[in-house]
């Protein structure tokens, strides 16, 4: 992992394009990074999490998914 926030998501998702967004936003307003996973690349990750994307981490803990909510990920990074 490379950033505190993990997202993992798929193509043509638009849950995931939605996320995404509040995701950059809210790491760029709190000077962190994320880094997001196509759970298609990775067999264990899809047959865990495919009924769940979006699905966030933070600091490698589950967080959210399905939506992101803003303010509550930004309570996490603080």
Request: overall charge negative; some cysteine.
């Given at each position: 992992?490379?950033?505190?926030?993990?997202?993992?998501?798929?193509?043509?998702?638009?849950?995931?394009?939605?996320?995404?967004?509040?995701?950059?936003?809210?790491?760029?307003?709190a000077?962190?990074?994320?880094?997001?996973?196509?759970?298609?690349q990775?067999?264990?990750?899809?047959?865990?999490?495919?009924?769940?994307?979006?699905?966030?981490?933070?600091?490698?803990?589950?967080?959210?998914?399905?939506?992101?909510?803003?303010?509550?990920?930004?309570?996490?990074?603080?």
């Amino acid at each position: 992992m490379t950033g505190r926030v993990r997202l993992l998501s798929k193509p043509g998702c638009h849950l995931c394009d939605d996320a995404r967004a509040v995701v950059e936003a809210v790491c760029a307003d709190a000077g962190t990074t994320y880094d997001e996973v196509d759970i298609t690349q990775h067999p264990e990750l899809l047959a865990t999490y495919a009924e769940q994307i979006p699905v966030t981490f933070v600091d490698g803990v589950q967080h959210d998914y399905w939506r992101v909510d803003p303010a509550r990920l930004r309570a996490a990074l603080t």
